[in-house]
């Protein structure tokens, strides 16, 4: 989703996956209505289906690297959390800083962790919002590489909310949003 700022695409990422409600209209999320469902309903489809990835990371500054990857997998009830949080590290090039909390991290690094948290419960859909907003072109060029290096690997259809036209041109399908309407731009 490509459009300039306060144009509605984060609000429409939100209603998306279910953090807000529409005033008219559903939400189909992997074949479930979210829109029909309470609160508690809508973050059961979030944690079963969902990951996410923000421009400001919203990891827990009192966890470690490790620990904010686990948090999801811990949260379901999954057994080998740990090791699984550690593989997806390993993917995204932290294995060595896994002991170290977000205030000791670079921006750079803290986006990584925040990437291997939103992976490591292999979701249906990622939504990443602005995920290189917060960051320096070179590092935000490699975190993007990243992202659709993971997306790719698993399989997982990723939602991204950009204003950038570049990037929204690595996507298989892009949607422009003015004033909070929706268009196809036409093919070249």
Known sequence: MVGVSGAGKSTLLAMLAGLDEPS????????????????????????????FVFQSFHLIPSLTALENVMLPLELMGKKNADDEALSVLAKV?????????????????????????????????????????????????RIIDLLFDLNKESGTTLVLVTHDTSLAGRCDRSIHIESGRLFEPAAS
């Open 93 to 141: 090039g932290l294995l060595e800083r896994k002991g170290h909390y977000p205030r000791q991290l670079s921006a750079g690094e803290k986006q990584r962790v925040a990437i291997a948290r939103a992976f490591v419960t292999r979701p249906a859909v990622l939504f990443a919002d602005e995920p290189t907003g917060n960051l320096d072109g070179k590092t935000g060029g």
């Open 24 to 51: 008219a209209g559903q939400v189909w999320l992997n074949n479930t209505e979210i829109t029909a469902l309470d609160e508690d309903g809508r973050a059961v489809a979030r944690a079963e289906h969902v990951g």
